[in-house]
């Protein structure tokens, strides 16, 4: 993974990052934060929902959102201030989201860069948009990403 | 999981959740995200930067936050619209997060409620502060949680 600086970054740079939602990720979701509901986790249940059947949580797209962040655009070193979303359409299992980030502000104090977030669903539906502030990294890094251990749901 | 409807929530309304970060949780929200940066996995890279150690994915506390938005206030049924966090300290390994919220408005067309959310750590640290806008259900629920598969790492 290598970073964007602060100083790299225009008004207008972008970046995408795309994700898909496994099965497996909707079950560590609801582990990691504790949101166990019966609508993301159930078929039969979700089915009766106005939704029609499971859908993921919204906080994975925020999730992925933070990723693309933290990892494309601005990178490795980026501080995360704040991110503000709006959940437009549900994301299911086998979805695949691209996030696409858009400088849309440089604050030289503190180097602060302000993004667009739209992100968009296979079908180039949004599913959901919002905007992020970061501190940008002033140093260039380009880092081996760490290997995770086996993770296995039975 | 018993939701609370719109017609039984009132402005000042409020709920807590709470969450321990476990080691487990690190790795899983790296998977789910694909955010393996080395600040959040690697502790001697972590050492040598600003934060002098592993922390939380920021959005970790987002997830946490939507946790206790779906299973408690207003929980089950509960149709998510909009997120904005400021995260304001990092989480570490270890950190119990409780999450507040608090209705403070109601907006009758679509049963709109929007929540005032203050993240604390077991210092009582605010680590993250933000605004949710969800549709709270119109009827009653109770429902059992399912039950998750074994999840093993590593």
Redesign the interface.
């Known amino acids: 993974?290598e970073n964007i600086t602060y100083d790299e970054l225009s008004v207008g740079s972008s970046g995408i990052?795309s994700?898909i939602l496994t099965e497996e990720?909707v079950?560590?979701?609801?582990?990691?934060?504790?949101?166990?509901?019966?609508?993301h986790?159930?078929e039969a249940?979700a089915k009766g929902?106005l939704f029609e059947g499971r859908i993921g949580?919204?906080?994975?797209t925020?999730?992925?959102?933070?990723?693309a962040i933290?990892?494309v655009l601005p990178g490795?070193?980026t501080i995360?201030?704040?991110?503000?979303?709006?959940?437009r359409k549900p994301v299911r299992i086998a979805d695949e989201v691209t996030v696409t980030l858009t400088v849309t502000e440089k604050i030289a104090k503190r180097h602060v860069v302000v993004l667009d977030c739209q992100v968009t669903n296979q079908d180039s539906v949004v599913v959901a948009i919002g905007q992020a502030k970061v501190m940008a990294p002033v140093e260039k890094m380009k880092?081996e990403?760490?290997k995770?251990?086996?993770?296995?749901?039975?």
């Open positions: 993974m990052y994700k990720d079950i560590l979701f609801a582990k990691i934060s504790g949101d166990v509901n019966p609508v986790l159930d249940f929902t949580h919204g906080m994975w925020g999730s992925v959102v933070s990723a933290a990892t490795p070193g995360y201030m704040e991110q503000n979303l709006k959940f880092i990403a760490p995770l251990p086996l993770i296995v749901v039975s």
